[in-house]
Nanobody, 124 residues
Framework: QVQLEESGGGSVQAGGSLRISCAASGYSSCRGWFRQAPGKEREWVAGIYTGDESAYYANSVKGRFIISQDNAKNMVYLQMNSLKPEDTAMYYC????????????????????WGQGTQVTVSS
């Protein structure tokens, strides 16, 4: 049974940085992050293949966000740099229990488990 719990959200000024964390239980081949802003659809942000730590990013965050994992602690992190007001959203940790590997971790439909979310607010 995969369970996910996010932490580390908060408020930051534009241009700043924030790291959010996800404590994950159970095995999943892909872990990632989604976000949802008010009035918008949920958006896939980043994914990581737990087998070789290959990382994948949405174009909107590429070069600014870094996804990483600590297998010993069963944690997934999202380091967010050069934050913009448009990054403001509820961020959800996600995992796939479907056994997909590699580049499948870059596809939103791969994921079938989500945490409760942590709010990130970026002010201008």
């Amino acid at each position: 049974q995969v369970q996910l719990e996010e932490s580390g959200g908060g408020s930051v000024q534009a241009g700043g940085s924030l790291r959010i964390s996800c404590a994950a239980s159970g095995y999943s081949s892909c872990r990632g992050w989604f976000r949802q802003a008010p009035g918008k659809e949920r958006e896939w942000v980043a994914g990581i293949y737990t087998g070789d730590e290959s990382a994948y990013y949405a174009n909107s965050v590429k070069g600014r966000f870094i996804i990483s994992q600590d297998n010993a602690k069963n944690m997934v992190y999202l380091q967010m740099n050069s934050l913009k007001p448009e990054d403001t959203a509820m961020y959800y940790c996600a995992a796939s229990t479907r056994g997909y590997v590699g580049t499948w971790c870059s596809l939103p439909d791969t994921y079938n488990r989500w945490g409760q979310g942590t709010q990130v607010t970026v002010s201008s």
